[in-house]
């Protein structure tokens, strides 16, 4: 290809959306950098492959600073550096949260056309749903969402228990309501992951206006007269700059996005001349507002083999392997985050604040204990947050990581309603219905009941649900940093378009309102809106 219209710097959950809808204009010339690998490989088929990837798989291997707020505790952080970005690599749950969160982007954070209403048929267009066919849901769209393949007995007795402690069965967490117990629908497509990379990629292989790159680190924008104009990248030793007609579009993620912004001198000016770089374009808000969802959790051993845990061993492992292959069905075929809940930390509260996910093991993620007879996790994250941190750089150098501190806890009422989510999920797993499957609650652990002998349990054991969002916030105030056209404000031919410009996380997993996003900012550059029924 002669030159490149559109450079897309990162081919995660947003940009692999984008670089397939930008290129469905053949005129288009389109160029799409990721600093990870192809993410080709059974690992990242598999829906159980989610088992390894918190543990050091495809991500960039940083940690949080000191959480001033939990003891000065640094917490493993978790962030994918491959082909198709989280959607590669996280544990498949689709969900999006309440219609009232994208409400508030528009009326609380003066998003134009960023409401429930217009945003919805961007979350049908990117749908495949496998079961649901109504006005939430899109059918053709080329992401698969599809039921659990693969439930154990346990997860039905956890939704039945969750009924028993009184939070009613929801069919479908995406369409009239949010709040109850049921099963999550995930990002798969016949029994295989369906992430970016899979889903929007690999049908237009073909394509001889789209250019995919990997193993490339882009190492900052190069920005003359307030235009962007292109990039300077890094493969191996080498360097190069590469120029973009039209616009650079960075999707580099809520971390990776900031990162370069600063690293190319755009950024608060004071904190850019401190590290040696020269400001380009002076834009307080870049890095600020990094919010995020902690995750504290209730493990519980089991009384037999009712968990995948049982599946550890080798042999079990091999036959795990055969009845996948076969049937795609077995301990393979699931996500080990099958079934969860919404819910109200207090009757008070008007929407669900907090989410749990029923995880079919124990040590399913880095830093979480495994039970050696076996067991199950109910993990509890209050999903409204007010705590605020930021993204910095810790030099000039692009190769150092970054400074990520989500400052957990900074308001105390993130950690009050945290800890009635725990309160919860402890009284569900006492319910009759799992008595059967349960032998005793492990962690906590009955010594540990009062509010500071949770608190300092959860110190040394919430983690996060890797769900960083609003470092690059979209708005039209002083520190908002891209207009609801996600225009970098102040510059010309420059976008960002991925989870940064969240300017209030939604309440739930994020990667279905990111890929959401990127249908909407290829739209928006396109110029071709999808029309909202009057
Ligand atoms: C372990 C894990 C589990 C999760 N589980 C779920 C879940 O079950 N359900 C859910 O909804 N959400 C989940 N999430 C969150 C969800 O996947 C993310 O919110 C979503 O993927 C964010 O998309 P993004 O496009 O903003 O960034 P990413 O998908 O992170 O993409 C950014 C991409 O940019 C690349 N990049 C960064 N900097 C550069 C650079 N300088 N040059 C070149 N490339 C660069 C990165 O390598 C990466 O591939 C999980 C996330 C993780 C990490």
Not at 36 to 54: H, S, V, Y
Not at 179 to 190: A, N
Not at 401 to 411: G, M, T
Request: aromatic letters at 8%; one cysteine or more.
């Amino acid at each position: 290809m002669q030159g490149y219209d559109f450079i897309i710097v990162g081919g995660g959950s947003a940009g692999c959306v984008i670089a397939a809808r930008l290129s469905e204009d053949a005129d288009a010339r389109v160029l799409l950098l990721e600093a990870g690998g192809n993410g080709r490989g059974l690992l990242f088929q598999i829906p159980a492959g989610f088992a390894k990837m918190t543990k050091g798989v495809a991500s960039w291997g940083w940690s949080t600073v000191p959480q001033r707020h939990m003891k000065d505790r640094v917490l493993w952080y978790t962030q994918a550096k491959v082909l198709g970005g989280g959607s590669s690599i996280n544990a498949q749950i689709y969900t999006r949260g309440n219609a009232a969160d994208y409400d508030a982007w528009e009326t609380q954070h003066n998003c134009r056309g960023w409401n429930y209403r217009t945003l919805l048929p961007y979350f049908r267009k990117a749908e495949g749903n496998q079961r649901f066919v109504n006005d939430y849901h899109g059918i053709d769209g080329p992401l698969g969402v599809s039921m659990p393949l693969a439930p154990l007995p346990v997860a039905d007795a956890f939704i039945k228990a969750a009924q028993q402690y009184g939070i009613h069965y929801n069919p479908d967490f995406n369409g009239a309501q949010q709040q109850g117990v049921g099963f999550y629908q995930l990002t798969q497509r016949d029994g295989k992951r369906s992430s970016t990379a899979s889903a929007y990629l690999e049908p237009g292989t073909g394509r001889k206006n789209l250019e995919i790159r990997t193993g490339v680190q882009v190492l900052r924008v190069i920005v003359e007269d307030q235009r962007a104009v292109g990039v300077e990248i890094a493969f191996g030793t080498r360097k190069e700059v590469i120029r973009a007609e039209h616009e650079v579009i960075v999707t580099s993620g809520a971390i990776g996005s900031p990162k370069l912004l600063l690293q190319s001198g755009i950024g608060p000016a004071d904190e850019l001349r401190r590290l040696g770089i020269n400001p380009v374009h002076d834009l307080p808000g870049v890095g600020k507002n990094l919010h995020d969802h902690l995750d504290l959790f209730v493990i519980s051993e089991c009384s037999g083999p009712h968990s995948y845990d049982s599946y550890a061993k080798l042999h079990k492992t091999a036959w795990a392997g055969v009845q996948y292959i076969l049937f795609k069905r077995g301990p393979a075929a699931s996500s080990l985050f099958e079934t969860g809940a919404f819910w109200f930390s207090d009757p008070s509260v008007s929407l669900p604040d907090l989410q749990f996910h029923f995880g079919l093991g124990s040590g399913i993620e880095a830093g979480v204990a495994s039970m050696p007879r076996g067991g199950v996790t109910l993990n509890a994250a209050y999903v409204r947050p007010k705590s605020r941190g930021s993204v910095r750089l810790r030099s000039a150098n692009p190769a150092d990581v970054p400074l990520i501190d989500p400052n957990y806890w900074q308001e105390p009422e993130d950690l009050k309603r945290g800890i009635a989510g725990v309160r919860i999920a402890r009284d569900i797993m006492r319910q009759l219905a799992l008595r059967p499957f349960i032998l005793a609650e492990r962690l906590p652990g009955p010594d540990v009941n009062s509010d500071t002998e949770l608190f300092e349990h959860l110190c040394k054991n919430a983690k996060t649900q890797h769900h960083p969002v609003g470092t690059c916030r979209m708005g039209t105030d002083r520190l908002a940093v891209v207009s609801p056209e996600l225009t970098v404000h102040g510059l010309d031919s420059l976008r960002i378009c991925d989870s940064s410009i969240m300017p209030q996380i939604n309440s739930s997993n994020t990667n279905a309102p990111t890929i959401m996003i990127g249908e909407r900012a290829a739209d928006i550059i396109t110029g071709n809106r999808v029309a909202v029924a009057a």
